[in-house]
């Protein structure tokens, strides 16, 4: 039963995660749709950045202690990159600079939401493998 609340668990985190950065993506769309002024997308999506590392290093972490290893490995690169990103100060969106790094902050967004589809996608599988495989 353990091994079911664990994926269950999984995937609530990875939802949570895929909403905050469809909500950065929104955001930043409504700027660069000129809905929104630059102030406010750099307050909200900067908002929004500490939650997802903390939900991200939850993530790994439970997957390090129930001892789910592949999916650690999986998840790990995407925590490094926020790591790096978080101790280089470059995580922060700045207000004076939103418009010139508008595409990379989006393409940053979409890969980011491409790769926690595709965690999300293994975490179904598994949940699905392990609640099969009680019965």
Not at 10 to 38: K, R, W
Not at 45 to 67: H, M
């Amino acid at each position: 039963m353990e091994g079911l609340l664990v994926w269950l668990l999984s995937f609530f985190l990875i939802a949570a995660l895929i909403g905050l950065v469809v909500y950065q993506l929104m955001c930043l769309t409504d700027l660069e749709l000129d809905y929104i002024n630059p102030f406010d997308t750099a307050a909200r999506v900067n908002g929004t950045l500490k939650p997802e590392f903390v939900i991200q290093g939850v993530l790994c972490l439970a997957y390090l202690l129930t001892g789910h290893w592949l999916m650690f490995l999986f998840c790990l690169p995407y925590l490094y990159y926020n790591l790096r990103r978080y101790r280089q100060n470059q995580h922060l969106v700045d207000v004076t600079e939103i418009f010139n790094m508008l595409s990379w902050e989006k393409m940053q967004r979409l890969i980011k939401l491409a790769y926690l589809i595709t965690q999300l996608f293994v975490s179904i599988f598994w949940m699905i493998f392990v609640a099969l495989d009680e019965d």
